[in-house]
């Protein structure tokens, strides 16, 4: 099994930053792609941004250029780096693991989330 843990979450007003951290433990070996995922009040869980095994980053275009995914692969700690938030982007975000090397497959693995909140 994996456990993983957010943390970073927080409120911020327009055009702020945040950076979320995502600490994985027990069987990091099974772990191959990582992904952020948000999810709003009343809508349904988006992907955000994920990257796969070989370290390829994927961002939802609602994000692009603003939110930037890293990680620490011996660890899999996963990071996202929020810029120029909007308070769209106000939702609950989660970290998701997966088995599979590409982000586009199920993920097996999902942390608690952590809120973020972008007030106007």
């Known amino acids: 099994q994996v456990q993983l843990v957010e943390s970073g979450g927080g409120s911020v007003h327009f055009g702020g930053s945040l950076r979320l951290s995502c600490a994985a433990s027990?069987?990091?070996?099974?772990?191959?792609?990582m992904g952020w995922y948000r999810q709003a009040p009343g809508k349904e869980r988006e992907l955000v941004a994920g990257?796969?095994?070989?370290?390829?980053?994927y961002y939802a275009d609602v994000v692009k250029g603003r939110f930037t995914i890293s990680r620490v692969r011996a660890t899999n700690t996963l990071f996202l780096q929020m810029t120029s938030l909007k308070p769209e982007g106000t939702a609950m975000y989660y970290c998701a693991a997966s088995e599979y090397v590409n982000v586009e497959y199920p993920m097996a693995f999902w942390g608690k989330g952590t809120l973020v909140t972008v007030s106007s």
């Open positions: 027990g069987s990091i070996f099974s772990i191959n792609a």
């Open positions: 990257i796969s095994t070989e370290g390829d980053p």
